[in-house]
């Protein structure tokens, strides 16, 4: 599998999941000493940069998917060197 057909498959798994499951696969995941450094950062990035609107208040949850897309294609390559 590509990186292009991971990100697509984990954008449609995503995508499906709701608001209590994203919750629980976060609080398994993602340390949240990186999700509050992901607010700051993105706050500091949309104020250096002139970001405003919507699309400032996306910076963090683009971070994040980001940093979980990185997460599996560590663990599916994990995985692969194991078998």
């Given at each position: 599998m590509?990186h292009t057909?991971?990100?697509w498959?984990?954008?449609?798994?995503?995508?499906d999941?709701?608001?209590?499951?994203?919750?629980q696969m976060?609080?398994k995941?993602?340390?949240?000493e990186?999700l509050?450094f992901?607010d700051a950062?993105?706050?500091?990035f949309a104020?250096?940069?002139?970001?405003?609107?919507?699309?400032?208040?996306?910076l963090?949850?683009?971070?994040?998917?980001?940093?979980?897309?990185r997460?599996?294609?560590?663990r599916?390559l994990?995985?692969?060197t194991?078998?």
């Amino acid at each position: 599998m590509t990186h292009t057909e991971l990100a697509w498959e984990f954008a449609e798994l995503f995508g499906d999941l709701n608001v209590d499951d994203i919750n629980q696969m976060l609080a398994k995941n993602v340390p949240l000493e990186t999700l509050e450094f992901f607010d700051a950062y993105s706050k500091t990035f949309a104020d250096a940069e002139g970001v405003a609107g919507a699309t400032r208040e996306r910076l963090p949850n683009l971070m994040l998917l980001g940093y979980l897309l990185r997460v599996l294609e560590d663990r599916l390559l994990d995985g692969e060197t194991e078998a």
